[in-house]
């Protein structure tokens, strides 16, 4: 009976565990995010990559994203006449849950999978050992910026998003569907406040927080050579992007 | 001086290093021997202070690395070079990034003079016009070459070497070696390298240190070595 409950409880244990080494690795990049030298050049370089380079694959998801929105609840507002609250539907389910998450679900599989191949990389061919032995933090250097990086970019990527995704709406609602252009946007006037947005954003910096630090995490304890860097890319992305749900629901019943 | 004292080490309860005592004298080069698995390289990340030990000292300058905290470990290792197995160059940078990586880190010099630097010691370890090459464009020997230059960049006083000559033909390995020894003599660091290669060893030792189940079981010069009638060291020598 007890070696039954052992075997129940052991991926519990290690869930746990697998948690704590998590949040001490953020600790750990939060101590170094105040000390000298700041790694600025690092830091933007990793901001091109996680930011400009996702923007494209962004602006398609996000106007995709609004199109179809529009689509549908265009079908279900017909039903009862209500087709001129389609853009404030729009406009207020883009920025308060679709922007953030869809960006986030992206860049993770876009910039998340890519940290973890990267650092897994340079884990299993000793070159974070060959940090350690120039005197160079490999969370200063490698996961600090990263982490940065996300929490910064994550938001401005939201923000095309948003935008995008409200103008794809529009281009369904009014070019396709023919709702009054006037009232489309009068709409999401009257409906949308400004701490939709700014939630959506800060939800958005939460989970950039949440990829960067789960792939550098998978990445740094990589074992296990090139099957290695495989596992660890796959499971920091489904990791990754349950969290972002899971902390979605959390976030959403905080804040809203 | 370096100084392991009684190093005991386990791995998921199985013991890589049993009660382990070595002195590694300066100045010198000391190539510890072994068979694959035995251990060697979990050695020499004690001496770096990559790993810590279970229980025992690993005394570097009369301190004791195991007692360090990250700041500590950083400022100590800076005494120290390294070159890895695979090199372990930065894929991301080029070969002149990576051997300027730790003068960029580590001093004020200006773009110039780090430039100087990174040609100087290229030059040291026979590589000319690489500067602008990445590392996946150059051979095994021109990147443990590279490797060498820059674990040579800071001028540390302790350098050491994770199987310098696996994987490499014998002519490259040759050249291996005397860059191995021309750089020792030039520099007058402690080289500490770690090979099973026994011609290998056997040519560019000062001292030479038989590593098995755990412990150091035989050290003395290369001659000694030779005649030692110890049947593991026997055996282990007279494959090559």
């Known amino acids: ?256 | 001086m370096i100084e392991l004292i009684k190093v005991c080490k386990s791995f998921k309860g199985q013991k890589v290093l049993d009660n382990l005592d070595l002195q590694i004298e300066p100045e010198k080069i000391t190539v510890i021997i072994g068979r694959s698995g035995s251990g060697k390289s979990v050695l020499l990340k004690h001496i770096m202070g990559l790993i810590k030990p279970d229980s025992g000292q690993v005394l570097v300058n009369g301190t004791d690395t195991a007692k360090l905290n990250d700041k500590e470990l950083n400022e100590m290792r800076k005494v120290f070079g390294m070159l890895f197995q695979d090199a372990a160059l930065f894929d991301s940078m080029t070969v002149g990034e990576n051997v300027a990586f730790p003068l960029k880190e580590h001093t004020k010099l200006s773009k110039k003079e780090i430039d100087e630097i990174v040609e100087e010691k290229l030059l040291a370890v026979d590589l000319k016009n690489v500067t602008h090459k990445m590392p996946s464009e150059l051979s095994g020997g021109m990147r443990k070459r590279v490797g060498l230059a820059r674990a040579i960049a800071l001028n540390p006083k302790i350098v050491l070497f994770d199987e310098p000559t696996t994987g490499l033909d014998p002519i490259m390995c040759e050249g291996i070696d005397n860059l191995i020894i021309n750089t020792q003599r030039h520099t007058k660091a402690t080289f500490v390298v770690i090979s099973h290669d026994i011609g290998s060893t056997f040519k560019i030792a000062h001292k030479v240190a038989m590593l098995y189940k755990g412990k150091i079981i035989k050290i003395g010069t290369p001659e000694e070595i030779r005649s030692s009638n110890n049947p593991v060291i026997k055996r282990f020598i007279s494959r090559d």
């Open chain 1, 1 to 256: 009976m007890i070696r039954l409950l052992e075997l129940a409880g052991r991926p519990f244990i290690i869930a746990v565990e697998e948690s704590g080494r998590i949040m001490l690795l953020l600790f750990s990049a939060i101590a170094w995010m105040f000390r000298p030298p700041f790694r600025f050049r690092i830091i933007f370089k990793q901001m091109e990559f996680v930011g400009v380079n996702s923007i494209f694959v962004v602006m398609i998801t996000g106007a995709f994203t609004g199109m179809v929105f529009a689509l549908q609840s265009y079908h279900g507002f017909s039903l009862f006449g209500g087709e001129s609250l389609v853009g404030s539907t729009v406009a207020l389910g883009m920025t308060r849950e679709l922007g953030p998450v869809f960006t986030a679900l992206m860049v993770t599989g876009r910039v998340g999978s890519a940290m973890t191949a990267e650092l897994g990389t340079m884990k299993v061919t000793e070159q974070i050992d060959a940090l350690h032995t120039m005197s160079v933090n490999p969370i200063h250097y490698l996961v600090m910026p990263r982490i940065v990086a996300a929490i910064l970019m994550l938001p401005v990527l939201t923000v095309v998003s948003d935008f995008i995704g409200i103008l794809g709406g529009y281009f369904v609602g009014v070019e396709m569907l023919k709702i009054n252009s006037g009232i489309f946007v009068a709409k999401i006037v009257e409906y949308v406040e400004l701490e939709d947005i700014f939630n959506g954003l800060i939800k958005a910096a939460c989970f950039g927080l949440i990829l960067s630090l789960i792939g550098c995490y998978k990445g740094i304890n990589t074992t296990g050579g090139a099957e290695g860097v495989g596992k660890a890319t796959t499971q920091s992305v489904v990791l990754s992007s349950i969290t972002i749900f899971i902390s979605d629901y959390f976030l959403t019943s905080f804040m809203f």
